[in-house]
């Protein structure tokens, strides 16, 4: 039945939602099978809900081998001038002042903390008034001391320059001089705290980086003819020796003067106490005070201290050089360069430099240990410092040394010493008065240095050949002619040989010897060092198996002597004789450039000349070659290169 008066929309609107209805039903129940609405995004992808614990595992795990991965890549490190910064930031600075709007609380009076008189805070000149320079004090009287030795041949393979000091052919012997001095640290620190009528140094220009021994400066004059002493020249150091004064000029900034003390301060030992020259022969160096038993002044615990001193800076040595890495295997000479480690699997290995180097270090500390038991038995902590810095304002008196190898054999010196220190004003005029040019002097140089100490007592340093007259006779019957005994000395292989004679006028003084003990000579280009110090050991050891390696000779067992010098004249002296109350006679004899010279028995065997070469030759016949391979170079001499222009 047809309903009258209702609009068709009306009459068919329910049909019409439902059919809307039923088609998003549809049209949702498709999305779910035809799009992905449900997906999970994973770091950068998307994943349905089922695979997401497969996602996460995946990520997981690739988590994980890049955490134990032992060499991962690494960002590329930018270079950062820190420097360049500093300094650019400096030279544009200027003098706005940024001022926070609220204090952040009570002010600190700085000045007071560092004992800092006639500072201005708000200014910018005159800031420190009235400053002093750093009265350096003085070194001891230096005690010198005299002394031969063979250098290793591979010490001027490692240090080029030392050719310069030695014979052209081996052994090369040659003489030096080492000079010690003290120095006392408590006074300098006296000095800087303004004690006992010092002036003092404001702490703030010196607090930050502390004071260091930058070098022992010593100069020397030699004896002349007329018995007056000769212009004063510096001493030539060994080549490889720390001189942290080389390595600062007034030019520097005061960044590397702070890097330079730290240094020395690290490498104190070294610097203060540099090592003697590697050598193969000859007495084993020991310091000037105990060569000359200069220690009637000392105390018992004074002098166990002094010893400790110096085993713990040859400690430190030992275990910096034990550091450095073995030089690699040569191929010149028509050798292989094979490394002596690989030869003989079967047999036992041989030892190398480090193996010597490792069993003077346990040498070294057991006497340490020795040392420290006697010190603990008097009651007294022992003082060591064997990583190698010193607090240099604690020690009452620092043992300072020096070797000087640019001496002639047969000349008689003496010596003057000086300490150097880092300047404490070093490039800090800004916070002098500006106006005052004798406070800005103060500024210039990076050093301070001090008065020059008196001179030590005259050292002879032994010639290379000389003679001796030990005895002399007058003839009883006119027709025989006088005589004389004549001990000659010539130096070899670190020790001088001797051989006795008996002259008469107008002989010349020459002889012949036989050199007694296993000497050899060296092929530096064909054996290495380790290889060379291998056979030393053996033959030292009197090992018969003992096979002689390339590359090494058997030195000469003949020594000729010749001093081309003739006996003129053999002549009583009754003056002397009465003074003397037995026979004394005066021999002349003529040199080779024909000057006349005056000898006597009892002036000859008298002198400290004829005891030390009478101790060395007797020192020879027992006497035996070390190892080579030492290091030529100190291990702190690397810290303190000149800059370069």
């Known amino acids: 039945m047809k309903l009258k008066g209702v609009n068709p929309i009306a009459q068919h609107i329910e049909k019409a939602v439902l059919g809307l209805t039923v088609l998003i039903f549809l049209a949702v129940i498709s999305m779910q099978f035809v799009t992905s609405p449900n997906n999970v995004k994973a770091g950068s992808r998307e994943v349905a809900p089922d695979q997401i614990y497969n996602e996460l595992a995946s990520t997981a795990s690739a988590l994980q081998s890049q955490i134990s991965d032992s060499s991962p890549s690494l960002p590329e490190v930018q270079p950062v001038a820190l420097l360049d910064r500093y300094n650019n930031a400096f030279a544009s600075s200027n003098d706005n002042e940024t001022k926070l709007p609220v204090a952040l609380g009570e002010g600190f009076d700085i000045t007071q903390a560092l004992d800092i008189t006639g500072f201005d805070p708000k200014g910018h000149s005159n800031v420190i008034a009235n400053i002093e320079p750093l009265q350096v004090p003085e070194t001891s009287t230096p005690i010198a001391a005299s002394s031969w030795g063979t250098l290793d041949p591979y010490a001027v393979i490692e240090v080029p320059e030392y050719a310069n000091f030695v014979p052209a052919a081996q052994p090369f012997d040659m003489p030096t001089v080492s000079i010690e001095a003290s120095f006392s640290g408590a006074t300098l620190r006296d000095v800087l705290e303004g004690n006992d009528g010092y002036p003092g140094v404001p702490r703030l220009f010196w607090v930050s980086t502390g004071m260091a021994v930058m070098g022992l400066e010593v100069q020397r004059q030699e004896l002349q003819a007329d018995g007056s002493w000769g212009s004063t020249q510096p001493i030539t150091t060994p080549p490889g020796t720390p001189l942290p004064t080389g390595a600062v000029t007034k030019d520097d900034g005061l960044v590397r003067l702070n890097e330079i003390i730290a240094s020395a301060q690290d490498a104190s030992h070294q610097v203060m106490q540099p090592s003697y020259p590697p050598t193969i022969a000859g007495p084993a160096w020991i310091p000037p005070s105990e060569l000359l038993d200069d220690n009637q002044g000392l105390t018992e615990t004074q002098r166990l201290q002094r010893q400790l001193t ?29 490394n002596p480690s690989t030869r003989d699997p079967g047999g036992t290995p041989p030892r190398t430099s480090r193996d010597r ?289």
């Open 357 to 645: 180097n490792k069993e003077r270090i346990d040498f070294v500390e057991d006497q340490i240990d020795k040392i420290k038991d006697e010190l603990e038995a008097l009651g007294i902590e022992a003082d060591t410092d064997a990583a190698g810095a010193t607090d240099i304002l604690n020690q009452d008196a620092l043992q300072l040394w020096a070797h000087d190898i640019g001496v002639k054999p047969g000349a008689t010196y003496r010596y003057r010493t000086r300490v150097v220190l880092n300047n404490p004003y070093f490039r800090k005029g800004p916070y002098l008065d500006e106006t005052d040019d004798a406070q800005q002097a103060l500024t210039v140089e990076p050093f301070s240095r001090g008065d020059w100490s008196s001179w030590s007592d005259p050292v002879a340093v032994g010639a290379k050949e000389f003679f001796f007259v030990t005895e002399a006779t007058q003839p009883i019957s006119g027709a025989d002619l006088p005589q004389a005994k004549v001990e000659l000395y010539s130096m070899y292989y670190g020790y001088y040989r001797r051989s006795s004679m008996n002259i008469e006028p107008g002989q010349p003084l020459a002889a012949n010897l036989r050199v007694s003990g296993d000497f050899v000579l060296f092929d530096t280009g064909a054996l290495e060092a380790d290889e060379a110090a291998e056979y030393i050991e053996k033959l030292n050891n009197d090992d018969a198996d003992t096979d002689t390696p390339a590359g090494i000779s058997t030195a000469p067992d003949r020594l000729s002597i010749n001093l081309n010098t003739f006996l003129v004249q053999i002549a009583s002296d009754p003056v002397a004789a009465l003074r003397a109350d037995q026979q004394v006679s005066t021999l002349i004899f003529r040199l080779p450039d024909g000057t006349l010279i005056q000898r006597s028995p009892i002036e000859d065997r008298s002198t400290t000349l004829y005891e030390q070469a009478q101790s060395s030759s007797s020192q020879a016949a027992r006497s035996s070659l070390r190892p080579t391979g030492q290091p030529a170079r100190s291990p702190a001499a690397d810290l303190f290169l000149p800059i370069e222009p």
């Open 310 to 338: 110096r085993l713990t800076a040859e400690l430190d040595q030992l275990n910096n050089a034990g550091n450095r890495p073995q030089p690699s295997g040569r191929t010149s000479g028509g050798r292989s360069g094979k």
